[in-house]
């Protein structure tokens, strides 16, 4: 028997939060934010968390590839506004990183998305992820 999934979330139950400004541009014909857009919002968050802890920059590239994006749209985002991401990690493998994040507006869950990203060395091979990238990574998981 599976799990039951948890449903409620608060911005507060995850270690990495940050915030993106939705965009005019970032809407569809209909009015709202185009569910494409959710991934980006995402992407913006996990490389926030990860050049914070200095993953990529000058002085170091990790190189990463998406090997499963899966996006549970529970809300409509509009514009104007703000989006705040809550980002944590569900487990840390050898080549990979699990991410769980969600997007809230106005306090409201809009989404959920689970995200597997797999390190890989200059030859885009899955490559294995280094011991201190693995320990700055643990105060970010969560259950």
Same mark, same amino acid.
């Given at each position: 028997?599976?799990? !039951?999934?948890? =449903?409620?979330?608060?911005?507060?139950?995850? !270690?990495?939060?940050?915030?993106?400004? @939705? *965009?005019?541009?970032? =809407?569809?014909?209909?009015?709202?934010?185009?569910?494409? +857009? &959710?991934?980006?919002?995402?992407?913006?968050?996990? +490389?926030?968390?990860?050049?914070?802890?200095?993953?990529?920059?000058?002085? *170091?590239? &990790?190189? +990463?590839?998406?090997? *499963?994006?899966?996006?549970? &749209?529970?809300?409509?985002?509009?514009? !104007?506004?703000?989006?705040?991401?809550?980002?944590?990690?569900?487990?840390?493998?050898?080549?990979? +990183?699990?991410?769980?994040?969600?997007? &809230?507006?106005?306090? @409201?869950?809009?989404?959920?998305?689970?995200?597997?990203? @797999?390190? @890989?060395?200059? =030859?885009?091979?899955?490559? !294995?992820?280094?011991?201190?990238?693995?320990?700055?990574?643990?105060?970010?998981?969560?259950?």
């Amino acid at each position: 028997m599976t799990k !039951p999934r948890k =449903t409620d979330f608060n911005l507060a139950d995850f !270690p990495a939060q940050a915030q993106e400004k @939705v *965009r005019w541009s970032d =809407t569809d014909a209909q009015g709202h934010v185009n569910n494409l +857009i &959710f991934a980006s919002y995402c992407e913006a968050a996990r +490389i926030e968390l990860m050049q914070n802890l200095g993953m990529f920059g000058p002085n *170091r590239r &990790f190189t +990463i590839f998406v090997a *499963r994006l899966a996006i549970d &749209f529970r809300a409509q985002l509009t514009w !104007p506004g703000t989006v705040e991401i809550g980002t944590g990690i569900k487990a840390i493998g050898r080549t990979s +990183i699990t991410f769980f994040q969600t997007i &809230f507006q106005n306090g @409201v869950c809009a989404a959920t998305a689970d995200i597997v990203v @797999v390190h @890989v060395d200059a =030859t885009g091979t899955p490559s !294995p992820i280094g011991e201190d990238v693995k320990q700055s990574l643990h105060k970010f998981l969560i259950d």
